[in-house]
């Protein structure tokens, strides 16, 4: 990398991290989407991504050019294999010739440790797509069993919330009936694999369904009286947590208490359309800086308190290219000029260089607009993951 290059690159970083990131935070997980058209390269988002201290990137597909970026940074990917290619992966050989493709041609130095094949496919409620999820998943790793990098890359599949029949209260958490069989089977398949259980949670949509009962500090991570779980008594400060925590009993209502919960998704719009109560650049700033400094304590939820919670949050950038409403458009932590959306309040370790302007904007951020190789239509709009938690808090009772 010639010098000029990169002293654009060091004056960015700490530029960022002079903004965003007053206080020290260890380890953040990121989304990097990409349905966009005017992204920086994927050269111009590696040190970015430093900037904010995330040592995992999920992608929603396995784009070569991004993977090639990142080797030998140590950063840790998930990387996607989309909806639309759930039929061609009951082929063991077509799961293979993916695998060849996409994993293997970019280890060891692209650290990638685990495959999510398919995006909330059992709340599409497509048959078709649900036949084929579980076959997909056995025969993608039977690829990685073939080319001995089962030891190194797991897979496993990403979940709505709207999976859940109850959530409230946490400790009665239980999966919905209708996918009982489904979830059976691929429970099964972590569990001999070794693969964590992979969940979409946002409170955000909570609170846009229901914003008159449901109180915006608790689903923010600001300070609150809490909930109480009447079974358990275990408080809840945050409507996050619960949701995890009714993950978790659902789990162990089926035999998969010890198996790993990551959160693959969460995070809150900036921006909304007249109709998306709460999507705004104040309660994003809230509930993303509240969660990263949650996380940077390492520790887990009032049911699951010595369990390591692994959150990727959403989004790396604004994705102009988004169908749905304003709010799809407007999860990032950055926009596409990289000049951060909205301050955060932490910050992180092995920073140099300064170019912060006056107004908090990151001068000499230099974009090149890139158009990636594929972008998989498994997560086109989260809006469509809009789940029935709120419908099932009754916070008259549970809320003190």
Request: hydrophobic share 40%; with cysteine; proline share 7%.
């Amino acid at each position: 990398m010639e010098f000029p290059r990169f002293f654009c690159y060091a004056s960015i970083i700490l530029s960022i991290s002079a903004y965003l990131f007053p206080i020290m935070v260890n380890s953040i997980g990121i989304n990097y989407g990409q349905i966009a058209d005017n992204l920086p390269s994927p050269e111009d988002v590696v040190p970015l991504v430093k900037s904010i201290g995330a040592t995992k990137v999920k992608l929603y597909d396995a784009d070569p050019r991004v993977l090639s970026a990142f080797a030998n940074t140590g950063v840790e990917f998930i990387v996607g294999l989309g909806n639309e290619y759930l039929d061609k992966m009951r082929d063991p050989t077509k799961a293979q010739a993916w695998v060849k493709q996409n994993v293997q041609a970019h280890l060891p130095a692209t650290k990638i440790t685990c495959i999510f094949v398919g995006n909330e496919i059992l709340t599409f409620n497509d048959n078709s797509l649900s036949d084929n999820l579980l076959p997909a998943m056995q025969n993608v790793h039977t690829a990685l069993v073939n080319l001995e990098l089962d030891k190194q890359v797991t897979v496993t599949t990403a979940h709505s919330l709207a999976i859940l029949q109850t959530s409230y209260p946490p400790s009665a958490g239980a999966f919905r009936e209708d996918l009982i069989d489904f979830l059976s089977e691929t429970l099964s398949f972590h569990q001999k694999t070794g693969s964590p259980f992979l969940i979409n949670a946002y409170p955000y949509f909570a609170y846009k369904g229901n914003p008159k009962q449901v109180p915006l500090d608790f689903v923010l991570f600001q300070p609150n009286q809490g909930l109480i779980d009447p079974a358990t008594n275990l408080h809840y400060d945050n409507m996050l947590y619960s949701q995890i925590d009714a993950v978790y009993s659902a789990l162990a209502s089926l035999g998969y208490k010890k198996l790993p919960v990551h959160i693959s998704e969460t995070g809150w719009p900036s921006k909304g359309d007249e109709d998306e109560a709460g999507a705004t650049l104040d309660n994003a700033k809230k509930y993303n800086g509240n969660l990263i400094k949650l996380m940077s304590k390492k520790t887990g939820t009032p049911m699951r308190p010595n369990f390591d919670l692994n959150i990727y949050v959403f989004a790396l950038f604004n994705e102009n290219m988004k169908p749905g409403p304003t709010s799809e458009r407007n999860y990032g932590l950055f926009k596409p000029d990289r000049t951060p959306a909205y301050p955060l309040g932490i910050s992180i370790n092995n920073v140099v260089g300064s170019n912060t302007t006056a107004d908090g904007s990151i001068g000499n951020a230099v974009t090149t607009p890139y158009s990636p190789t594929s972008s998989s239509t498994g997560y086109l709009s989260i809006s469509s993951a809009t789940v029935s938690y709120w419908q099932s808090l009754k916070f008259s009772h549970f809320y003190c």
